[in-house]
């Protein structure tokens, strides 16, 4: 204690009232070594912990926080715990949606509504960890702690889980844990084909999880499933064949045809046949751009389907959105946005030096809201066309380039083949082709085999069923087994003699490859517990369909002519605003120069005077008015010589007002006349006569009230001629007209 007052002694001084200071100073002293020794105990007791106990972190984000949430809500020691959260939110894709009706696959762990009332939706009540709580779980001998916490304040972070195990120095536990619960989450998901979707920053959020379809279902013409499926599976096996020869491990397959003929079924079936998930991408989403797609394709796990779905779609994304008219407008609003921004910006920055920050962090801030891409309304639209860069380039890129993933089938859909780019759709990116038509006659009948049940399904008959060589074939599609069913909602089993029977009828009535197979499914729909009704309404279903589509041809087409119309007037009312603008201009050029009347007093054209006898001056005839406005300057040119007589100087300018008096009324004529020439040519609206009085009466009252001053009558003593230009006293006659 000496030592210190000894050292502290110097800088307060030897007065009293140090002494009081160096009690304070003591305190401070001694609360710094506290909190130090907190501190240090605090760091060397986590390093004991972690000595100790292994800590693994999952992120909702990857695809293991749910194999262990699935884990963790079937732990029977969960079921028991006094602390847990419910939701019946697709959390896990085994909950397979909230309105599943079948709960044959289900665990044991969701509990459902009680009351089974059939059609009523069951809602699923899953059993979770609570936030922000550590929860105890023992697993093979060792004592677990699980943590669940969002990150921040940020409501939509992704979940984290923390599993902390106790008193272990390896962390095979935890390994075992998360194997154990991998085979479990698949081991559910076996019947079920998982659903991602690309999200807009650039990772692959689970959506969905569907049933499996069974191949059986997709009714295609003879040799089409079982040639894809073969080449499919010969792909996934022939890893090594492709390693050794150096051939990117890939292969794209394009699908392409009329709509409602098949192509995502066929997808969806042969995801569920290989057991692959289906990783899908909109190409035409406001969000997908060059690098976004890039990072997505590279993001897809080795074995899986990628789906493109409506491949033409990706470039026609503006052109779909927005008219040429927009862009333009677009253009034209950016332009003046940029040199608003601009003088804006040149101004302030005279003020403030500040403003170029303020600038580029709103513009900044503009394209965050693009990029988020959600609920953005029309200014998150604007902003997404800035970031919607989505090139073929990037496209070719993304699917094949050194970044893409290797080992997934990618399957790509478009009604619009010749849409496409040829080098999207040459081999190496997409190299089987399947062309899907409209329900061919056979399809038809297999659809119709498909759709009612027979008594073979219980029998399980074993007489072959000759399988036809080409879809024309009369022979009768091959009875594909269907997974069985509950007849509850269809027709009774028919024996198969009579569901031949039935089946060959119906497709007989309905004619080949003019209606989809969506279309067909939708009519048998409609019948789905009477296969006599459907076999015998087909033709009158036909009939009606197809006039149907007439009527919306006819109406389409009435649609494409009002357009066409609109667009017809639209262009007149442009093409005659020009011409009027034209018109004006060519009058202002024409006015009469300033003339020097003295070297003091200068003459300027007065402004255009107001035609208050409009009745004289416009003549209901159009083709009198040149006449009549020629003899006019005629009279007015003699008696401007007349005043020429008493004023030399003037007289050089005179004549040649009144020349451009001339000049201006046959200007005027020739006006008139090219309008009614355009008018005559242009469609046959009643517009057209209207404007062409108004043309005539315009240019009769730009004669009529272009007032010349130095046309003055004799007794000019009316006229004041002021230093800067004229005033106008009163007309000599008191009538503009009678000049
Ligand atoms: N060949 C088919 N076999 C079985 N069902 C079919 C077939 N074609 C269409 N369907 C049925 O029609 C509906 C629409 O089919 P799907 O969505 O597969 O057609 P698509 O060709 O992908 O259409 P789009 O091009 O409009 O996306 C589905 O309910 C499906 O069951």
Redesign the pocket.
Known sequence: MDTFRSLVQPLVGPSASSAGMIDGMKLVVLGGTVETARRMGSRAWNHFVNSFFLTAHFSEDDYPYDWLMLWLSRRPEWQRSREFETTTRLSTPLSGGSNSSSSDDLPEVYNYDEDDVPGKVKTRVVFQPTFNTTHTIYYRGHWLRVRRWRKGDDMNAPLKTRFYSVVARSNTILKQLVLQAKREYEAEAIHRIQIYFADSHGGWRWTDSRHKRPMS????NPGVKEMLLSDTKDFLNSEKWYADRGIPFRRGYLLHGV???????LIHAIAGELMLDIYALSLSAAWINDATLTTLMGRVPARCIVLLEDLDAAFTRSTGRRSKKDKKKDRKDKKDKKSKDKSKSDSSANSSGNTNNATTSGSSRRRRIGASGINGGANANDAMSDVNTLSLSGLLNALDGVAAAEGRLLFA?T?HLDHLDPALSRPGRMDVWID?KNASRW?AEA?FRNFFPSCEDDINSRAPTPTPTSPSSSASPKRQPRPKAPHTHSSAPLSPSILSKLAKEFAQKVPDEEF???SL?GYLLRNKSRPEDAVKGVETWVEEERRNREKQKGAKKKAKEEEERKKRKERRKEKKEKEKEKEKEKIKAEAPAPVVLSPSITAQPLPAVPVIATQEAVPSDPEATPKKSKSKSKSKSRKSKTTSKNDVDNSDSDSSSSSSSDTESSSSDSDSDSNSSSDSSSDDDDENVEPRARQSTTSTMMRTSTYNPLSLPDNSSNWTAAQNGWEIAAPPNGSWSAW
């Open positions: 279902s997709i009714v295609l709509p409602g003929s098949g192509k995502s079924s859909t009604n899907f399809q659809l989809s197979v969506a499914q």
